[in-house]
């Protein structure tokens, strides 16, 4: 008896709502006046103009917004989307109305009036929708209706109908329908559904049986489809505390469950910036930089924590099932003492920590501590040189310094040394004057022996040497005319030109030189220079020595040179004597 009752109800089609109904007239009007969309600038707007008591529209997106009723007029500001609209009104039969192609601030409008149905005789109409919908509609007796709901019956005879509706997942709802004459009726069918879900989640990822099936969850919801029921959930995990709880699933309900394990262990997050290792009861363990948590077991337990140049930590904590202890440890730097001891006293000392903000220590002689590490001092005392050095401080060792400063060293000259403050180079021009020693010039006259003083301008450049600027080397081109001192011969005029290379080396004090040289010259004489028009030139090559003063000031460079040569191709000596101005760089 008990399970025809059961099957009574199970298969009892829940009946909604069957009553004569009225039809909507929907008719699509052109552009009307447009509603404003001050307060709903980013909707679209539909616009029904209709005289029906209780109208209201529903979106199956839910995208209506507001509605506004003013008189014959009702406006619904909708979300420019794709939807579907159902009309309703007390007594009239639910419409559906597509949305689309709907932009901000555009309008549709409509009129809606009751439908004005005519049936024939001895027929009339029924709606059949489900919840869900979709499901597969058939007629008993009427083998070629095959049709999915909502359907419609329009024009069927009035009399009643044996009706099967089917759907994956629900059990098949069989049931009868009346259609009577001359009305519309509608009815709802609400099959029941043959599962329901059960929806887990756990603290951690665990594996959890259910009745005779094994399935993970996690952090996260998971769902699954079960046919309705009870159920046995049971969680065995190290981490937790073992767990059992039934569940009893009723068809097409929905069970949300987080699961409440109780963890077996408890967490110390040690929060530092810095990574570093440590021991835990003599277990060994290694901390990233920033945040980290890590799992214990109930009980008493004693961290000793140790960085090089800092104090040993140590902390007791009692960590119970389940609970989370925050720690930030705290670093203290190990400090070593040091004495430093500067010859004369009263230097000022700093203290460069590496990686760390310099400390004033004070003046010499300085005892104290300062942390251990690599740093650097700086000594500093008037009259005498700065004195940095690096000092690696080390545990348990006392740094002890004594430091000499002397004064920088003072350089003695000898007396005959003289140096000069820096090298200088120069370009010079001047006066140059020369004198044959040998006066008879018989190769250039036919006779009687005259005597000539070249005087003219000679160009030249030198280049010093050496550290000190004491060695030379001297490039010069010269250009003379004589003067005329006997009548008798026939070359009124004698002009020389010649190239001279030397070196030498130079005693200095400051920018001035006392400069010795040796070269060689090579020079052409002639009535016009490099050449004779009616006679031949000359060409001697000498190799002489001299002397000279070169004053330098400041960029101008004065030379007073002499010069003899001592070797000479067919007996051609000169003396020469030369004074320049030149620029020096």
């Not at 083998?143 to 629900?170: H, Q, S, W």
């Not at 081109?477 to 005329?484: E, I, P, T």
Request: hydrophobic share 35%.
């Amino acid at each position: 008896m008990k399970k025809f009752i059961s099957t009574v109800l199970l298969f009892l089609p829940t009946l909604l709502l069957s009553q004569t109904l009225r039809e909507f007239d929907l008719q699509e009007m052109s552009e009307q006046q447009i509603p404003i969309f001050v307060d709903h600038p980013n909707e679209a707007a539909i616009v029904f103009y209709t005289a029906i008591n209780g109208f209201t529209v529903e979106s199956n997106k839910g995208g209506v917004v507001n509605t506004q009723s003013e008189g014959s007029k009702f406006t619904a500001f909708i979300r420019p989307e794709y939807q579907i609209l159902t009309l309703k009104a007390p007594g009239f039969i639910e419409k559906k109305l597509v949305i689309e192609n709907l932009s901000a601030k555009q309008a549709k409008f409509y009129r809606l009036n009751p439908s004005q149905s005519s049936y024939a005789p001895g027929k009339g109409n029924f709606l059949v929708t489900t919840d869900p919908a979709g499901c597969f509609f058939t007629i008993d007796g009427n083998p070629d209706f095959k049709v999915f709901t909502p359907f419609e019956l329009n024009g069927y005879e009035a009399k009643k109908y044996r009706i099967k509706l089917t759907k994956p997942d629900f059990y098949d709802l069989d049931t009868t329908i009346e259609i009577h004459e001359g009305k519309s009726l509608s009815g709802l069918f609400k099959p029941v559904p043959k599962f329901g879900t059960l929806s887990l989640k756990a603290p951690l990822a665990v594996y959890i049986r259910v009745n005779d099936k094994i399935d993970t969850i996690g952090p996260e919801f998971k769902s699954k489809k079960l046919p309705d029921g009870t159920y046995v959930l049971k969680v065995t995990d190290p981490r937790f505390d073992d767990f059992e709880m039934t569940v009893k699933l009723n068809p097409g309900e929905k069970k949300v469950i987080d699961l409440p394990l109780v963890r077996k262990i408890g967490y110390i997050e040690i929060d530092h910036p810095e990574g570093f290792d440590f021991k835990i009861d003599q277990v060994s363990y290694q901390k990233n930089p920033g945040s980290q948590i890590f799992e214990l077991k109930p009980g008493e337990y004693t961290i000793q924590l140790k960085k090089p140049g800092f104090e040993l930590i140590t902390y007791s904590f009692t960590i119970t099932k389940g609970e989370v202890i925050n720690w930030t440890p705290t670093f203290k730097r190990k400090m070593v003492s040091y004495s430093l001891i500067t010859v004369p006293a009263g230097a000022s000392v700093i203290f460069s920590p590496q990686n760390g903000k310099p400390i004033t220590l004070g003046f010499t002689p300085l005892q104290g501590q300062l942390p251990v590490g690599t740093g650097e001092f700086l000594i500093r005392k008037e009259g005498v040189p700065d004195n940095k050095f690096i000092a690696v401080l080390e545990e348990d060792v006392p740094y002890n310094k004594t430091l000499s400063l002397q004064p920088p060293p003072v350089e003695i000259q000898k007396p005959n040394q003289l140096k000069s403050e820096k090298a200088r180079n120069s370009f010079y021009a001047g006066w140059v004057n020369t004198a044959f020693t040998q006066k008879d010039f018989s190769s250039l006259e036919k006779s009687d022996s005259i005597t000539r003083s070249p005087v003219g301008v000679g160009l030249g450049f030198r280049k010093w040497f050496g550290s000190d600027g004491n060695f030379v080397v001297d490039a010069q081109a010269y250009m003379l005319q004589s003067v005329k001192t006997k009548f008798k011969a026939p070359v009124d005029q004698l002009y020389i030109g010649g190239l001279s290379l030397a070196s030498g080396y130079a005693l200095s004090a400051g920018q001035n030189r006392l400069t010795g040289l040796v070269g060689y010259s090579l020079t052409n004489l002639g009535e016009s220079l490099f050449g004779l028009k009616k006679r031949e030139t000359l060409t001697t090559h000498q190799v002489f020595a001299g002397a000279g003063v070169d004053f330098t000031f400041g960029q101008v460079c004065l030379t007073l040179e002499y010069r003899h040569a001592f070797l000479a191709s067919k007996s051609r000596l000169f003396t020469q004597i030369q004074s320049s101005i030149g620029w020096a760089f």
